[in-house]
């Protein structure tokens, strides 16, 4: 299933059961898996791991060299899991040294149209990317986060799981999971109540976190002490407080707030 006008290291692994596009090119210590398919010249470098039934459409750059001035060739991998949708001009870099070497990407995972992952960025499973939306470095996502077209998210931030953030957002600091946010930059509009439900989210679950977000975020509430008191004895309940209070509590960039 590889097309005559495709180019193939010969050290890549390429699974019997994927199809190759005309001019696609595959180069050297890149791994695909079952049932992948790569669109018309589509270009995959390596080091570069592709897992099962994933679509990589037509003109994506997938496993380039990192756009780090700093990038000495060394400990730079790309790994992405299984039934990712990569779709026409996605650029995706490989880590970098400096950063642990490894841009990583999960399962199920939507990228849309012209979307950007710099080097060393980790993203979790079940995420939309919508069009032109870009990471910058060493940036996390969690899953289910959802981010809006023309989206942008400063190096070192990390995007809570189950976020929301509209179109045009920029991010400059953490975005706290289960939030809504929108900006520029980008501020905490509430919790993503729509998104959550559609998740199978109970209604004591949802009000549990939006008053922690109140306490927490908007700092409505009592004296911080008082208020972490009062949300831990909630959070014995709800795990999704105490993954919301966790998340709150490490980072070294900030919250949108």
Do not use: W
């Not at 590889?2 to 890549?12: F, P």
């Not at 501020?187 to 009000?207: P, T, V, W």
């Not at 975020?217 to 209070?245: C, H």
Request: hydrophobic residues 35%; contains cysteine.
């Amino acid at each position: 299933m590889i097309h005559s006008t495709a180019i193939v290291d010969d050290s890549a692994t390429v699974h019997a059961t994927c199809e190759i596009g005309p001019y696609a090119v595959i180069g050297a210590d890149v791994t695909i898996g079952e049932r992948t398919t790569v669109g018309p010249h589509a270009v995959i470098n390596g080091p570069t791991s592709i897992g099962a039934d994933c679509k990589i459409f037509q003109f994506a750059s997938v496993g380039e060299d990192p756009q780090d001035l700093k990038f000495d060739g060394k400990n730079s991998r790309l790994e992405i899991g299984d039934r990712n949708k990569i779709r026409e001009f996605v650029t995706i870099n490989r880590g970098t040294s400096g950063g642990g070497g490894l841009t990583q990407l999960g399962d199920d995972n939507l990228l849309m149209a012209y979307v950007h992952i710099a080097h060393d960025c980790i993203i979790g499973n079940n995420t939309v990317f919508a069009n032109s939306a870009s990471l910058a470095g060493h940036v996390t996502v969690g899953d289910y986060a959802i981010l809006g077209g023309f989206s942008l998210v400063h190096q070192f931030s990390r995007v809570g799981a189950h976020s929301f953030s509209g179109m045009g957002s920029v991010i400059n600091k953490d975005v706290p999971p289960f939030l809504l946010v929108t900006g520029h930059y980008a501020e905490a509009k509430g919790i993503n109540k729509q998104g959550l439900k559609r998740r199978g989210f109970s209604d004591d679950e949802i009000s549990a976190l939006h008053k922690a977000y109140v306490k927490l975020v908007r700092r409505r509430g009592k004296k911080e002490a008082e208020d972490y008191a009062e949300l831990n004895a909630t959070a014995s309940r709800f795990p999704r407080v105490a993954e919301f209070i966790e998340f709150l509590n490490n980072g070294s960039r900030g919250k949108v707030c």
